[in-house]
Every structure is written in structure tokens, then in C-alpha cells.
């Protein structure tokens, strides 16, 4: 079956821009994450929805960023203002469910936003 | 704070020689533990998840070890071919997200 997708694949936008970023999980999967990868940090988590509940955004860096879980499937990931230190890979992930020990993730292919 | 740790960074071996690559993470209460291969510009692709109450899986010429009390988990890598050249990446879920290693970059040469 379809794996989970992120559009755009590449971005390049002016410092102070505001940029959306879209990720379809794996049909029928209620926890989808945003990490981020950058040279310098490795993966970083940023949120996580599952299901109904209020999404943990604990690992957002800055209230520039937010993100959005429409109708418990596509997510956006809105970052404003933007700055070069933005500059990174944004993979999406889903999985079955959140909990668990045999809950396994799902990467997409990634953004690559480059901030001038 | 959970720390994962990949030793060594960067491996070059021959093809068809069978490797270790390393993962050691601070705290031991974890549900599971994930190794992804990353190949360059690229997404991650899931190789194996070891459960906690796990001590190793099997998938074709890749085996992943887990030792919770001490902290480490090993992926070996049978018979490697040029094909395996990639980043392996060691994650583990001790809440809802994943803590990654920075990796170990592969390269088999023919």
C-alpha cells in the first residue's frame, strides 16, 4: 500500500516567508509525528498528534512554528516568519497508534527547506 | 534526558564482510528500540524494531540485538554488499517520540 507522503519534496524561500508544509500518513494510521534534521542536531521531534486528543508540541523550537491535523489524517506544518537556522529536512512520520511497545514508525521522503 | 549514542560514525569495509554496528542509550526505561537506514537524500526506511521485553530480531542478513539494562543494541550486518552503503540510524521510544543517534555511515566497497 501507498507509504506516507510530503509535498513539496524542495523549498527555497526568502528569510521572513512563511512556508506550509504537507504530509499524507499511511491510510488508517491515528499517531502522525513532525521531526526535523538538521547537519548540526541530528533528528529532532517536533509534535505529535494521535487520534482526537490535543497534540503534544513539545519539541516545536519556537511559537513560529505550528502545526494542524485535519480530519485525524493530513497534516500541515506552518512555519512563520522564517529564518535561516530553519534551514533543514522535515520528515513526517505515522504508526498505528501512539502507545505501546510494538508501535513502529513511518517515514516519508522529507522536505528540504533551504531559507536565503 | 534520553542520550543515544552511534559508535563508530563512519565504517568503510569490503564487500562480503560481515559488521557490527553499535547503539548505547542512557536510560533503560524504553518500549522499544528502532534501527532505520537512511540512504542520501533520502526519507528513513524502518529496518527492525525490538520490542523491550525483546532481545533480538531477524530480517534476512540484518540482525538487531538489545540489551536494556546496559543500554546497547547492536545491528549486524551479514555478508555486506555495496548495496548496504547507507546511514543506519538507532532510535528509541521511551515516550510517544522517537530519540535518534546521529548515525553510522556505511560504505561497502566491490
Known amino acids: 500500500g501507498a507509504g506516507v507522503s510530503q509535498s513539496p519534496s524542495n523549498k527555497v524561500t526568502e528569510k521572513g516567508k512563511d512556508v506550509e508544509l504537507r504530509c499524507d500518513p499511511i491510510?488508517?494510521?491515528?499517531?502522525l509525528y513532525w521531526y526535523r534534521q538538521s547537519l548540526g542536531q541530528g533528528l529532532e521531534f517536533l509534535i505529535y498528534?494521535?487520534?482526537?486528543?490535543?497534540?503534544?508540541k513539545s519539541g516545536l523550537p519556537s511559537d513560529r512554528f505550528s502545526a494542524e491535523r485535519t480530519g485525524g489524517s493530513v497534516s500541515t506544518l506552518t512555519i512563520q516568519r522564517t529564518q535561516q537556522e530553519d534551514s533543514a529536512v522535515y520528515l513526517c512520520a505515522s504508526s498505528l497508534e501512539a502507545g505501546g511497545n510494538v508501535d513502529e514508525q513511518f517515514f516519508g521522503p522529507g522536505t528540504r527547506l533551504t531559507v536565503l | 534526558k534520553q542520550e543515544v549514542t552511534q559508535i563508530p560514525a563512519a565504517l568503510s569495509v569490503p564487500e562480503g564482510e560481515n559488521l557490527v554496528l553499535n547503539c548505547s542509550f542512557t536510560d533503560s526505561a524504553i518500549y522499544n528500540l528502532q534501527w532505520f537506514r537512511q540512504d542520501p537524500g533520502k526519507g528513513l526506511t524502518s529496518l527492525l524494531l525490538i520490542q523491550s521485553s525483546q532481545r533480538e530480531q531477524t530480517s534476512g542478513r540484518l540482525n538487531a540485538s538489545l540489551d536494556k539494562s546496559s543500554g546497547r543494541s547492536t545491528l549486524y550486518i551479514a555478508a555486506s554488499q555495496p548495496g548496504d552503503s547507507a546511514t543506519y540510524l538507532c532510535?528509541?521510544?521511551?515516550?510517544?517520540?522517537?530519540?535518534f543517534g546521529k548515525g553510522t555511515t556505511l560504505s561497502v566497497s566491490s
Open positions: 532510535a528509541v521510544k521511551g515516550g510517544t517520540a522517537l530519540i
Open positions: 491510510s488508517g494510521h491515528t499517531a
Open positions: 498528534f494521535q487520534g482526537n486528543s490535543a497534540p503534544d
